[in-house]
């Protein structure tokens, strides 16, 4: 299988891609510093596999998954994090993210990984399963909506003029987030969701 690896750390990407190639079945095609040097090398190579971190510069490795659904591109996606964030899970599953692994795998489980994803199976560390059924992200569409705009520094009436409704119904969705989010306060459940990754 032809596999791109993408991570913006260049120890860890030349390090993983060394360790991926003594695979007798794997085979490291490309190496991209940042998620737009990802996608233009998906494209140009046409890889079976693309490992991911998630967090890169220009483009996350959740955009690059995004844009690859979009534009209906057959190349597998596995996220290789430290993150386990539920909101980026969630996130990945509907961009049709094929793995989710944590970048503290020993190697003959990412490879395993790699070839069941190759195989038209998924990929998914038990730990972060874990954290990821336990956190399911309680805000409603227009609540997250409401509370990202208030985390951009928006004020209810901004807000309010943004998504055409009043002010009174803004100030009752991020009341309704504060609650559900068990916070202090507006800022406090920015936090809360932002740590989740609920606001991405």
Not at 2 to 14: F, P, Y
Not at 59 to 86: H, M, W, Y
């Amino acid at each position: 299988m032809k596999v791109i690896v993408a991570e913006d750390q260049a120890m860890l990407r030349g390090a993983l891609s060394a360790l991926l190639d003594l695979e007798d079945d794997i085979e490291v095609i490309g190496q991209a510093e940042d998620g737009e040097e990802a996608l233009a090398m998906i494209v140009s190579l046409m890889p079976d596999l693309c490992i991911m971190d998630i967090e890169m510069p220009k483009l996350s490795g959740l955009d690059v998954a995004e844009r690859l659904k979009e534009q209906k591109n057959p190349c597998s996606v596995v996220i290789l994090t430290t993150f386990s964030r539920a909101g980026y899970f969630q996130r990945a599953m509907r961009a049709g993210v094929r793995g989710f692994l944590l970048k503290d795998s020993p190697i003959h489980e990412l490879g395993e990984a790699l070839r069941s994803v190759d195989r038209g199976g998924r990929a998914v560390s038990p730990e972060l399963a874990l954290t990821f059924w336990e956190a399911e992200n309680p805000l409603s569409e227009r609540e997250r909506e409401v509370l990202k705009l208030a985390a951009e520094g928006l004020t209810a009436v901004d807000i309010a003029a943004r998504l055409f409704l009043t002010s009174g119904t803004v100030r009752n969705y991020l009341s309704e987030a504060i609650q559900k989010l068990e916070a202090k306060n507006r800022i406090d459940a920015i936090g809360i969701a932002r740590k989740n990754g609920w606001l991405d």
